[in-house]
C-alpha cells in the first residue's frame, strides 16, 4: 500500500498529519505539550499551503507558529525562573559560609558568619521574637555569636541558632514565617 501512494497521495498525507497535530494538540492537559504539538502542526499547515496558495490559512497558521514560539520562550523562562527561586541563596561575601542539606526531612542547613549582611537584614525581620528569645537586643547577640546557623525547609524559616563560645542558642523557631 505504501509503495503505491503517489506524491499527490504523500502530499495530502503531509497535510493530513499537521492537521492532525493541531487537533492532537488541543487535548493536551500541559499547556507546553500544547505549545509544542501545536506549533509543529501549524509549521506542517505552513508548508502544506504554502504551494497551493492557500494564503488566508499560511497566514493564519504563520501567525499561530510566532505566538506559540514567543509562548513557548516566556514559559521557558519562568521555569528557569522559578527553579532559580527556589535554589538556597548564600551570600557570596560571607567567608565560611557553609551549606548542608539535612535529606531526612528535605530541611537546608546554612551557617553564616555572623557580621553577614544578609543574617543581619533576615533576623531584623524577626527582631522581637529573637531578642525575646535570645535574651538580648539584636546587636548584642550577633556580636557575641561566632556563627549563625539557619535552618530552612524550601524558603521557609524552620529555625535560626546562634552559636556562642558558651554553646548553642536558638533565637527563632516553628512560627513557619516566610522568609520572603
Known amino acids: 500500500m505504501l509503495h503505491s501512494m503517489t506524491p499527490e497521495m504523500w502530499w495530502t498525507t503531509f497535510g493530513w498529519l499537521g492537521s492532525a497535530l493541531v487537533v492532537f494538540s488541543l487535548v493536551q492537559t500541559n499547556i507546553v505539550g ?10 506542517l499547515a505552513v508548508i502544506y499551503n504554502t504551494p497551493l496558495a492557500i494564503w488566508p490559512s499560511v497566514g493564519l497558521n504563520g501567525a499561530i507558529v510566532i505566538i506559540n514560539a514567543v509562548h513557548l520562550v516566556k514559559l521557558r523562562r519562568q521555569r528557569v525562573l522559578a527553579e532559580s527561586e527556589r535554589a538556597p541563596r548564600v551570600s557570596t561575601s ?10 531526612d526531612r528535605g530541611v537546608l542547613t546554612v551557617e553564616a558568619a555572623p557580621s553577614d549582611v544578609l543574617v543581619g537584614s533576615l533576623l531584623a525581620q524577626r527582631r522581637d521574637e529573637v531578642e525575646r528569645r535570645g535574651g538580648a537586643p539584636l546587636y548584642c547577640l550577633l556580636a557575641e555569636a561566632t556563627a549563625v546557623r539557619f535552618a530552612f525547609d524550601g524558603d521557609i524559616l524552620q529555625e535560626c541558632t546562634l552559636l556562642l563560645p558558651a ?5 527563632y ?3 513557619r ?3 520572603r
Open 34 to 43: 500544547l505549545r509544542i504539538f501545536n506549533l509543529i502542526g501549524c509549521v
Open 173 to 175: 523557631g516553628a512560627s
Open 167 to 171: 554553646g548553642e542558642r536558638s533565637v
Open 94 to 103: 560571607t567567608q565560611g559560609s557553609r551549606i548542608s542539606p539535612c535529606t
Open 177 to 179: 514565617l516566610k522568609t
